[in-house]
Each structure stands twice: as C-alpha cells, then as structure tokens.
C-alpha cells in the first residue's frame, strides 16, 4: 500500500507532520481528515512510487536486517520508558529511519495502531522483518503491561544472536576465501596454462613423464567436458536440494552431520547455545513454558532436535519435566539437561538457561577458532601440494627436452 508523507494543522491549530498509508491521495486525505488532521501538503513517499520496480530486484534488497531490528527495540523501548505514547514513538522512528524499507514497515505499523490494532497484530503483517518469535513476545508484553521490558529482552536477545552469528562467520571467512582463490588459481592453471605448455610438448614429440600425462589428460577432460561437468554439478545440487525439502531426506540430513566427528558436537553446541538464549529470553517475558518451547521450536533448524523439544512439550502437558524427557532424547548435552534439572527444581530455570548459552557460546567460539586454526595450514599445504605438482609436471619435460638438445 502506497504511503504519503503529509504535512498539516491539528483541530486545535498545531502544525503536525507523518505519514499515512492509503490507497491514493484521496483516502489519504479522507484518513487524515477523520483525524481531525486538516493536510496542507500531501506527497507520495519516494520508496513507495518505486515498489513495482524494486519487486524485480531480490528480495534481500528489501529486506530489514536483524541489527536495524534490534536497534529499533531499543529505540521505542526508550521512548516508551521516556513516557512517550506508542503511536507517537512508532511516528518519531518512522521519521529519524534512513532505511525506505524499515521507514514503510514503520509508517504502517503506527497506522495500524492508530487504528486501534495491537502492536503485535500490526507486526505480524510484516513476518519478513518480524519473526514470530519476535510478535509472540511482544504480544505477551503487551498482555502483562511490560512492553518496554520485552523490547529491551528483545534488542539484548538480538545483539547476543548477531554477536554469535557474526563471530561463527568471521571464523569461517578466511578458509572459504581461501579455497575459492585457491580454486579460481589452480582452474586457470589447468584450463589454460597447461594447454600451451602441452602444445609446446606435442610440437616436439617429447615423452612425458606420467605426472605431466595425468595432468594434461586432467586438463583436456575439463576442457572438453566442462558443459556436461557443469550440468552434473547442478544436478547434484538440485537433488540435494528436492531431497532436503522432503521430511525423510531432512531427517537422513539432520543424523548425518550430528555423527559427524568433530562437526556433529560443535553443531548441537550451536543448537543448544540458540535454544537456551531463546528459551530464557521467552520465559523471563512472561511466555508460559509450553508456548515458548512451540516457538523455540521454529529456531532450532535440525529436524531430530526439534521433535525432541515437541516430545517435551507432550512430556509437560502430561505432568512429566523437560529435562526427563529432553535427557531420554540422547541428542542434547547431559550439560544442558542437568542445568534445565535444577532449574526446575530451584524455580531458577531462566537465569540456568542463560549461563549453559554463554557457556556454550563460549565453547562454539573456542571450537571454531581450533577449526581455523587447523584448516589454515593444511588449506595451505593442499594448495602447495597441488602448485608443487603442477610445477614438476610441466618442468620435468622441459629438463627432458634441454637433455635431447645438449
């Protein structure tokens, strides 16, 4: 829906300024009139008359990122705790937004709102930008009178999940750019630099040594056969792809990389560090326990964990504790279910749940660093290893043919 920026006097003679959402001008003036909102200026937002061309573009274009949504939390939790009212406080941000995105989500979220919507129903119309994590929680802040607290759980929650994300890709960087440089080198080397030095070799009928065969045979295959390498790689990356979006072809997934050596630990580590962070920030808003494992449910993206969190659902509902059944599971760490135990027992199930996410955000930090720093050399030595053979390939020959010309 298109959005005006407007201009205007109130009933009592104030000047006022924001911005309405409506079909066209007319039932933007209309809106505003009912208002008791008299428009002296009337402009359709530029972010709005460009919607139909920026629908081609893609869709991250378009999209908010987590970090702005945090920022924004904090922002109205502030205003709010500041004695702003909501409608005014969604208008301040709307405003101050420098993102055409977030600024349009904003401008029809405070419309909503002024329309008597709840802050959480208004949300839940942009599910792109807001999870249903996010409109649950603020819809139980609402219920209890506690919207600020919630925000400001729900900025942390955010900072603390773009904190972690960030540091598990800035371990994994340098190895990727590492193997795609190194992959890039040794492509150009063999598609095009081995092809003239074989020239030289046929030119003279040289024997070859069975290192500069290999090679040369190695490089007429991805010459003459790159179409058919490129249409096999995209059919394995298609099956993969239909395969991971059936249940059974996700659950075969799933097992496969938790009994990975190594990788299969750091994984659960990670599940469990985004589970617990979840699960705390959703109890200590005043989520009920059985409301907030459905919702923690949606963030754990590994099918064999998640129908274990939903068979502890069941295991609550009938009277039984979410660490019995979670430890029956043998998929979470005997860590976290002692911790989830005592809580229960303690009635301190929150603050338990929050140690075991630092302690194992720790651990994932500190495994990702031993990976890089393990991958790093032997990246290293492969590339070497493949340089050092190329290089005795193309050179033995050579040696060869300097020996018949002495």
Not at 244 to 255: E, K, M
Request: glycine share 8%.
């Amino acid at each position: 829906m298109p959005v005006f920026a407007y201009r205007g006097l109130s009933a009592d003679g104030r000047s006022v300024a924001g911005v309405v959402d409506a079909e066209s001008a007319r039932n933007a003036r209309g809106k505003l009139r009912s208002q008791g909102i008299f428009p002296t200026e009337l402009n359709e937002e530029l972010a709005a008359r460009t919607r139909p061309l920026r629908e081609w573009l893609p869709s991250f274009s378009r999209r908010v990122p987590p970090a702005e949504v945090s920022l924004m939390s904090r922002q109205l939790a502030t205003l709010l705790g500041a004695g702003v009212q909501l409608v005014d406080a969604l208008g301040t941000l709307s405003e101050q937004s420098v993102r055409p995105a977030l600024k349009r989500i904003l401008s029809q979220v405070r419309e909503r709102v002024r329309e008597g919507s709840s802050l959480a129903d208004a949300l839940a119309n942009h599910g792109a930008t807001f999870s249903d994590l996010y409109v649950g929680m603020v819809r139980a802040g609402e219920a209890a009178g506690a919207l600020e607290i919630v925000l400001n759980r729900l900025a942390d929650y955010g900072e603390k999940q773009a904190e972690f994300i960030a540091k598990v890709q800035g371990a994994l960087t340098y190895p990727i750019i590492m193997l795609c440089v190194g992959t890039a080198i040794m492509t150009f080397l063999v598609t095009y630099v081995v092809p003239q030095v074989a020239t030289i070799f046929e030119q003279n009928h040289a024997a070859l040594p069975l290192a500069t065969q290999i090679l040369i045979s190695f490089s007429n295959f991805l010459i003459g056969y790159w179409i058919l390498i490129l249409l096999g790689l995209a059919a394995i990356a298609a099956s993969i792809v239909v395969g991971l979006s059936t249940p059974r072809g996700r659950r075969f997934y799933d097992r496969g990389v938790l009994k990975m050596p190594y990788i299969g630990p750091t994984v659960i580590k990670v599940i469990c560090a985004r589970f617990a962070r979840t699960l705390a920030t959703l109890l200590s808003s005043g989520v009920q326990l059985l409301a907030a494992l459905e919702a923690v449910k949606l963030v754990v993206n590994n099918r064999l964990l998640a129908e274990a969190i939903e068979n502890s659902r069941v295991s609550i509902r009938e009277g039984h504790g979410m660490a019995q059944t979670l430890g029956q599971s043998h998929l979470f760490p005997p860590l976290l279910v002692e911790m989830i135990r005592v809580g229960e027992r303690s009635g301190e199930l929150e603050p338990m749940l929050e140690r075991v996410a630092d302690s194992y955000e720790r651990e994932v930090a500190s495994a990702l660093a031993q990976i890089t720093t393990v991958l790093e050399p032997m990246m290293t030595l492969a590339m070497a290893a493949g340089i050092v053979f190329m290089m005795l390939a193309v050179l033995m020959p050579i040696f060869q043919l300097n020996q018949l010309m002495k």
